[in-house]
């Protein structure tokens, strides 16, 4: 049972390109053949790298021994080639040909093989388990009052600015006028009087 998490993939075997399958074969089929078959066991050895196959390990084994022979043959010869008999030099050469012609037909033949089997590489990757994704929260509505809504609430006042006094209501124009009349009244009284008092003292 799997929990939440990433799945774990299996891991695939990348195949190199084409160009450079070729140029590593080239080289080591080079090698082998300019040093008689001494140096064919670097051709085993890259082989049992690629396939991992115990039968190729064994093989590699089989072509040291055969290389450690034969470099101890050639030294056991002597340095005059006319020295040498035609059975020595006969069993030599089978012994290089034969050496030659089988590492480099076996490496050949077991790494197209190899690289066959995996496919032709291709441009794109291949089609894996898709990463989980991080959790992510849903989105959040926030819900806009309606015109019923609104219609119900009334502007909310402000508690951080202090509420204004109402205005003081300006004096009627009619209290002003009967202000004035008072006025005018009380000067013709007084006017009258001091006129009475200067008509009684002139008697």
């Known amino acids: 049972m799997h929990g939440y998490g990433p799945t774990p993939q299996q891991q ?106 995996l496919g032709s590489p291709s441009p794109y990757p291949a089609p894996g388990h898709p990463a989980p994704l991080p959790y992510q929260q849903p989105p959040v509505h926030h819900q806009h009052p309606g015109p019923q809504q609104s219609r119900h609430q009334g502007p909310q006042p402000n508690p951080y600015t202090a509420p204004t006094p109402p205005p003081t209501p300006a004096p009627a124009p009619r209290r002003l006028d009967q202000v004035r009349a008072e006025l005018d009244e009380l000067s013709d009284y007084l006017r009258k009087e001091n006129k009475g008092n200067r008509e009684g003292e002139g008697r």
């Open 12 to 117: 695939t075997t990348s195949r190199p390109s084409s160009g450079t399958l070729t140029t590593v074969r080239v080289i080591l089929v080079t090698v082998t053949v300019l040093s008689c078959g001494l140096l064919g066991w670097v051709a085993m050895l890259r082989l049992a790298f690629v396939t991992r196959k115990p039968r190729d390990w064994v093989l590699l084994a089989v072509v040291i021994v055969l290389n450690a022979a034969l470099f101890a043959f050639i030294m056991g010869t002597p340095d005059d080639p006319d020295d040498m008999s035609d059975a020595a030099a006969l069993l030599m050469m089978v012994w290089i040909i034969g050496l030659l012609a089988g590492v480099i037909t076996y490496y050949l033949y077991t790494e197209i093989r190899h690289y066959s089997s």
